[in-house]
Nanobody, 124 residues
């Protein structure tokens, strides 16, 4: 089965940096659009950044100029470089990928997959 796994979370002081990675594994034919989301207690899931297969990126206003989303299709890995971190960035970060999965029988399936999340904590 297809899986996504995030790494790179941790605790930093305000103004610090972290780089998150998300690697896909399993029976994968193609990874389409990917994105990073984050969630804090009492808040809805928030889309942080998204990227198409060819590298076109979009960001939520609060992280523009500080975060950079990128991907390496040969490594099946998504990245989020986070600079100038603020306490408001504290959250569990999840990666999401639209993935077309090869099947031994029947047509190819395309659906969204989610990682389990990685904690980012920014102290003031």
């Amino acid at each position: 089965q297809v899986q996504l796994a995030e790494t790179g979370g941790g605790s930093v002081q305000a103004g610090g940096s972290l780089r998150l990675s998300c690697t896909a594994s399993g029976s994968i034919f193609r990874i389409n659009d990917m994105a990073w989301y984050r969630r804090t207690p009492g808040n809805q899931r928030e889309l942080v950044a998204s990227i198409t297969r060819d590298g076109s990126a979009n960001y939520v206003d609060s992280v523009m100029g500080r975060f950079t989303i990128s991907r390496d299709n040969t490594k099946k890995t998504l990245y989020l470089q986070m600079n100038n971190l603020e306490p408001e960035d504290t959250a569990v970060y999840y990666c999401k990928g639209s993935i077309s999965s090869a099947q031994t029988v029947g047509p190819m399936l395309t659906r969204d997959y989610w990682g389990r999340g990685t904690q980012v904590t920014v102290s003031s």
